[in-house]
């Protein structure tokens, strides 16, 4: 298999990287224009990081991105908007205002006009989206795929039960997936993989010979109607991994098995937490993810490593990482305001092999961006706390962290620099001491201070055994003995 992970800006990816006609199918969950706080992850969202306000509120505002994707869809840029989609948007100005809706509307007729150029002429797009916005987008699609030779396929309601009720309306359980075609005629539709189970009175089916009626089992069982009543990940879910808007596996197993065949490309270009590209690779496909932030990317990496083993992190082309000092200076000085904390994230994630979690209540520059714990002498869980810093750094960054320390109630600290440290701050953190732990084969220093030259070009990570994989060991090995029992008896 040859799949390929990009971390970055997916309007940019597909321009830049995804060739014409090479993606067999394409779904994308891009973040909805409903005004919806994700805050499990991210609860203070504020002008110190736009990345996350990008990546997971999905309220859309008018600003400088929007200005210039309308410019780009209203001038033709580069000949790529057909004339319905020209019309439509400029339409849509008139009507709505450059407010969030049309900025979201904006957005997605780019990256829509992308997917449509990189999908082979018997591909599939599959845009998965809730009510709030699905008319708009119906019209989007309708611009860009049917103007050019393509097919309105279905609206698919995917049904779900589960969550809260309403007392002041009729209670909202479904989202939207259209289903369009590259073209009326060549496509891909296994119909016979993604056929279901008969209920008890619909598996009797009659025939008429000869006048006589005769009753007969279907043994195929029914192709599946447009409408999916399947559950989504609860809290306890096996598959659940934290992520806000992650989606049930069985929903992208029906849409990769209907719409693709073994060692066809499929493309995510908003792939989050990785459940297209952890199913497509499971089923055999190759694929494209893209994300604009780091935390996607190495969830991405930790899920594909921990379903299928880390051989299979071999086999991934991963682009946009940095993969040099320059690289990382260039993603440290990025002003891009959607992505101006990334370097962090990419530096406590990288050198702790996607182990830590990435800090979310810290302000501006202060505090810590990561942190992650491991088993102590007492049976207690400690914990470490990662710091980063991409500019010049002197003896006091150090002082300050023991005082974070204390303040954390943390057992180690990792000090990541861009820059060299000086000798002040080595004898500094020297300082600190070591830690000691009976579980350990060595003794640690308290404050630990790792370049990013480090991290690149000697491949030093984080060499502490953590508690969640203390604890996913112990399930794997209870599974082992279940097993094992069952096989016994």
Known sequence: M???????????????????????????????????NYNQIYNNIGQEDKAQAQAFIDTWTWDDYANQGLQEILTNYDGKFTRQCMSLINGLTDVLGKGSLLAYLVSMT????????????????????????????????????????????????????????????FSKKHDIIFLYRKSQNKFIFNVDLVREEYSSPEKVEHKIINGKAYKRKHELGRIPFDWWPMPILTNTAKERLGYPTQKPEALLERIIKASSNENDIVLDAYCGCGTTVAVAQKLDRNWIGIDITYQSISLVLKRLEDSFGKQVLTTINLHGIPKDVESAVLLANKQDDRTRKEFEKWAVLTYSNNRAVINTKKGKDEGID?????????????????QVKSGKVKSGDIRDLVGTMTLENASIAIFITLENPTKDMITTAKKAGFYQNKYFTQNYDRIQIVTVRDIIENQQRLNVRLAL??????????????????LDL
């Open 2 to 36: 040859n799949s390929q992970l990009y971390y970055g800006d997916n309007l940019e990816v597909l321009r830049k990287y995804i060739k014409d006609e090479s993606v067999d199918l394409c779904y994308i969950d891009p973040p909805f224009n409903s005004k919806r």
């Open 110 to 169: 780019l990256r829509i006009t992308e997917i449509h150029r990189v999908l082979k002429p018997t591909g599939s797009f599959y845009l998965h989206c809730d009510p709030t916005s699905s008319h708009y987008l119906k019209l989007v699609l309708d611009a860009v795929f049917c103007s050019q030779g393509g097919d309105y396929v279905n609206e698919i309601t995917w049904c779900y039960g589960s969550g809260g009720a309403s007392k002041s309306h």
């Open 370 to 386: 990561g942190f992650a714990y491991f088993h102590g002498d007492q049976g207690k869980q400690e914990k470490i706390i990662f």
């Open 469 to 486: 994989e203390v604890l996913k060991s112990a399930e794997k090995i209870k599974e082992t003995q279940v097993t094992q029992k069952e």
